[in-house]
Structures are given as C-alpha cells and as structure tokens.
C-alpha cells in the first residue's frame, strides 16, 4: 500500500514537499514513480527513481524544479517541488511496481498506486 501526503494550496514560486509512505514488499525492489493528474487531463508523469534512488528521470515540464528522493529504510518516497507555477496544480499520485525500473515512465506499467494529495498553485 501507497500513501501519499504532503499536499496543500501554495502561492506561484512556492515550494512543497509531498511524501509516500509505502508498506509492502513491492517498494524495496520496485522503482518509484510520481505521476499527476489535472482536471480535464490524462495523468502524467512527473518523475521515477531508481529502486537504489540513484537514478532519476523527470519530466520535461519540472526539470530543475522538481527532485526526487527516497528513503528505503523508512519506506519512503519524496517529491521536493520548488518554484512552483499554476500550471503545477493536479493532484498527485505515487506509485511503484516490483518490475518497474526508473525509466518506466508510463503509468500502465505500475500497479500500486497511492490515493493522491491535491497540489493547489495560485497565481
């Protein structure tokens, strides 16, 4: 099981942290993945890390903004957002697989998913 926190209403330039905590086998060998979703819009990928947290991919949209990080011995997961913008808003989902590697970045290929915390950008 997935669970994601961390999420709130922020001001543009603003920062977030949003976490995961994860329960189960599936997190210690499974990459990570941060998707979101905004209304109107299919989910999309923010970002993945590596099952060691020593790879990442990001979206093109976040770089230099967004950094992922987890944290294996505690079972969790962290998606640090800085300079955030409006277009940010969504709500945002973490998710992982046993067989998923970092640079699956499509959101069919993971089968556990958090229930998502609302992320709010004002402008």
């Known amino acids: 099981q997935l669970q994601a926190s961390g999420g709130g209403l922020v001001q543009a330039g603003g920062s977030l942290r949003l976490s995961c905590a994860a329960s189960?086998?599936?997190?210690?060998?499974?990459?990570m993945g941060w998707f979101r979703q905004a209304p109107g819009k299919e989910r999309e990928v923010v970002g993945t890390i590596s099952r060691g947290g020593d790879a990442t991919v990001y979206a093109d949209s976040v770089k230099g903004r967004f950094t992922i990080t987890r944290d294996n011995a505690k079972n969790m997961v962290y998606l640090q957002m800085n300079s955030l913008k409006p277009e940010d808003t969504a709500v945002y989902y973490c998710?992982?697989?046993?067989?998923?590697?970092?640079?699956?970045?499509?959101?069919?290929?993971?089968?556990?998913w958090g229930q998502g915390t609302q992320v709010t950008v004002s402008s």
């Open positions: 998710a992982t697989d046993p067989t998923a590697s970092y640079y699956d970045t499509r959101a069919t290929r993971y089968d556990y």
């Open positions: 189960g086998d599936s997190f210690s060998i499974g990459a």
